[in-house]
């Protein structure tokens, strides 16, 4: 199959792809989880040019961690924080890649995982109110301590920032010229690094961008034809854990409003996602899937996951 | 000038590009350091193809530190704290020359920050005898609690660690195919991410590559003309430190070997940048060139560094 035909799947890897719920995360977790995701992935490289993006929560979480545990050396701000857990989990993604498809025995395929950062508004509401809640939770003494602001979660008390709804991704003309050149393109992670753009210059801020925003805007900018969520669940779900929890096959904007007035879906977990993928439906009238991990494959082929029509 | 006829520079940056002697570190300082050599470089993107590769001395330092104060969370490996230096680092840079190309009013040019791994060989004799200290200095009762090989420096006790011949870059085809379609592209930070090739896996190590080796090797594999090694001295400086010391203008491999000889170079400093620079000239029989930070320009058209004949 030429290039020019090969459609662009960009796949957005959920947290739980690195490290599974109650897992400690050490390194060969994280290589290990990533078994299941990439080796699919690397098998669909043959009939879709590709693109990934991923989240960090919990690698971000440790490394700020690792920050307040130390005090001889200058802490950095959150965005180089993100910037770092892109370079590392940017390199486990790729190494993997490259394993899947060294095993397949295909040597050809280039492919890059680039820094990435994104455009938001320094206006954005979110910057006054900050609301998510990142990293560690601290007792209520601990937390008396913290230099930032914090809110009470059924955790304990947890740093709160502001999650900016992304504007433009800072790289999209290089990303997009690279899947043109079929390249396997990792980018975007953590939600991109957010920085807001004053006068020639752009500024880091403190803050994070949620994964799914940030990865369907991109889907947008890049002119993706399939836009792929892969998380921990089946996909969006109706009364999700109850006895008559059902997995939502197909599903309309109309639908999803609807749902989420109700409150069907996670706050923090399931509803930025169908957000995300019903935001990118709307604006390109391209495909959109909410997947299990184990079933990125499948859900290509509409045998699993939730579609947004 | 078209890009066929640009020619290719590769600038390796020192890590005193980022943080002075004497300096703490903090990200302003890193950010308005960053300032000297992103702009030379920026104007030299008009005439040149562009590649750079930095040091991740005191960054990776630093991380090390903070994971040791911190026992909540697993410690990573040596290799994953050098692919975090390459988040946080290729975004200062990527950043720092987006806003020197902004002041300059260009905003057509692509730029990227690529993850870059290199592979080494286990049987390096490096891995037998760990001879390379990094990190920060402990006291011996400190360095007696410590998990790995320590030696004795000036400074006080320090972790060592292997630094293996850097045998390839992985991503030398995706380097090269940017370079043809002239992205500036940032890679191989920290002297790339250190692995070894067993059957069809590539598996971090704990080591770190010398950086100018690395760019030296990079250099040759992407075809650079000139290669230019940037750091805190002007150049190569025969009686350093005493009242006779003077720069050399020019240098064959025939008297640097004979300086190395004499030890007229700091071995962990100066030596390697000369090494890296007489190697990456007999192997193309294009043009090296040491120089300080403030002069990257200058050093373009034999106005200041040494120059490898």
């Keep these: 199959m030429s290039n020019k035909s090969k459609p662009v799947l960009l796949i957005a890897l959920g947290g739980n792809a ?67 857990t892109q370079g590392q989990i940017g390199y486990m993604i790729e190494s993997a890649i490259d394993e899947a498809l060294m095993e397949m025995g295909i040597n050809d395929r280039l492919l890059v995982s680039l820094i990435t950062y994104v455009v ?58 690279l899947i043109k050149r079929d390249f396997i393109v990792i980018c975007c992670g953590g939600g991109g690094i957010p920085v807001i753009r004053e006068g020639r210059a752009f500024s880091g801020v403190d803050a994070v961008i949620d994964k799914d925003l940030a990865s369907a805007l991109l889907a947008e900018e890049v002119a993706v034809d399939i836009f792929i969520i892969a998380t921990d669940v089946a996909g969006a779900i109706l009364n999700f854990g109850t006895s008559d929890q059902k997995l939502i096959r197909q599903l309309t904007k109309e639908s999803a409003d609807q749902y989420i007035h109700e409150g069907q879906f996670g706050v923090g977990s399931m509803q930025p996602k169908v957000e995300a993928a019903v935001r990118f439906v709307n604006r390109t009238g391209k495909r959109a899937v909410i997947t299990s991990i184990k079933d990125i494959k499948e859900s290509v082929v509409l045998r699993a996951g939730t579609e947004f029509i």
Excluded: W
């Design 18 to 84: 690195l490290i599974k719920k109650g897992q400690e995360g050490t390194i060969q977790q994280q290589f290990e989880n990533l078994r299941v995701p990439i080796r699919q992935i690397a098998e669909l490289s043959e009939e879709f040019r590709i693109v990934i993006t991923h989240g960090n929560g919990p690698q971000v979480g440790n490394i700020m961690l690792q920050q307040e545990s130390c005090k001889k050396v200058p802490k950095l701000p959150l965005e180089i924080l993100v910037a770092q």
């Design 120 to 177: 938001v508004d320094k206006n954005d509401p979110g910057f006054k109110n900050p609301a998510k809640p990142i990293g560690p939770a601290f007792s209520r003494q601990e937390a008396s301590f913290l230099e930032y602001p914090t809110m009470v979660t059924p955790k304990g008390y947890r740093r709160v920032v502001a999650s900016p709804e992304p504007l433009t991704i800072v790289e999209k003309r290089e990303i997009q010229s």
